[in-house]
């Protein structure tokens, strides 16, 4: 949708608001649905911001009585502020003030699920101000974890997921530097693992790769006596979100995979039972993910990622050629994907 036509829907949606004949919360619903409907699969940045303008609007003429109903319009609205994109957070922190005067309103009127909703999206906005600094990860899991009140796996399969996904990467941000560190990540694990009690291969694919994928990267990098075995449970974690992530068709998906798999071979032996033998074979094998995950990086413009995984190429090429022809090993690779 060109802007444009965007801005025509907008004033055409105005418009319709000040129809006479309608109630100001018929007016308010009307106008929230239009919103919605903008919002839904956008185009561009344009479409989230005029939906934001015709929440404004909707709110406006919404009754003071109708505290649901306005309610209800500022959680759309604070939806919609999250998804915008921006270098700031100015648009994070307005959707988290908003959430944060509807949910009270939710907690006394509204639906158990549209609380958990609003609930499991303050959580993912808390996490990403977290990110710049702007928050305590902590709040993001409390937000989270009242969600998992409602959203639970057996009622709400799908829900459930999203919040043992995000649980576990708000478990992750958080600073490991004492003894609570570990147990923080054991926690990740065990969230990524209840996830996938609930999604399978067949049925939830993309759900399933997610999920396989970041148990990967937890395993890989988790703190632990037991690296050896949790590296390779993390390459069999891999192995099936590859299952799903091909270069065919998820080739972004299928790069991070691949980048992730190879910094676990660079640190696994050939042979986990005689680990003094070396690991020739698992850093050539590394070299080679690396390689192809940067033609893909570069084929699809995130050059970021292509220079990553470019200096893994060379680094693992080094290390290579540096071996003993029968006996090599490979040092801890600290880059994410």
Request: aromatic fraction near 6%; glycine fraction near 4%.
């Amino acid at each position: 949708m060109t802007s444009s036509l965007v801005a025509d829907e907008v004033r055409a949606a105005l418009s319709a608001a000040e129809d006479a004949a309608a109630t100001p919360a018929e007016r308010a619903e009307m106008l929230m649905e239009i919103a919605m409907g903008l919002q839904q699969q956008p185009k561009s940045p344009d479409q989230l911001r005029s939906a934001v303008t015709l929440y404004d609007k909707a709110l406006s003429i919404c009754p003071d009585d109708m505290r649901l109903l306005c309610a209800r319009i500022q959680a759309r609205k604070a939806t919609a502020l999250q998804a915008i994109p921006e270098k700031g957070t100015v648009a994070l922190e307005v959707a988290r003030t908003t959430f944060e005067e509807a949910i009270p309103v939710l907690i006394d009127f509204g639906k158990a699920e549209e609380l958990a909703e609003a609930e499991m999206n303050l959580g993912l906005v808390i996490q990403n101000l977290a990110g710049a600094g702007r928050a305590r990860i902590t709040d993001a899991i409390s937000a989270y974890q009242r969600a998992l009140r409602t959203f639970t796996r057996t009622k709400y399969p799908q829900e459930f997921v999203i919040l043992q996904n995000n649980l576990a990467t708000a478990f992750l941000s958080m600073p490991m530097t004492d003894e609570r560190g570990k147990m923080r990540e054991a926690l990740a694990v065990q969230a990524f693992e209840e996830g996938l009690k609930v999604v399978n291969l067949i049925d939830h694919p993309t759900e399933y790769a997610m999920l396989q994928n970041n148990l990967g990267n937890a395993l890989q990098y988790v703190s632990s006596s037991h690296t050896l075995e949790n590296n390779l449970r993390a390459i069999e974690a891999y192995d099936e979100a590859l299952k799903v992530r091909t270069r065919a068709t998820t080739p972004l998906e299928y790069a991070n995979t691949i980048s992730n798999k190879a910094n676990c071979l660079w640190n696994l032996p050939d042979d986990p039972e005689n680990p003094d033998d070396g690991n020739r074979a698992n850093l050539t094998q590394a070299r080679i993910y690396y390689g192809e995950a940067r033609e893909i990086f570069m084929a699809h413009g995130d050059l970021e990622k292509a220079r990553i995984v470019a200096e893994a190429v060379d680094q693992t090429e080094r290390e290579i050629l540096a071996l003993p022809a029968t006996n090599g090993r490979g040092t801890r690779k600290s880059n994410k994907s």
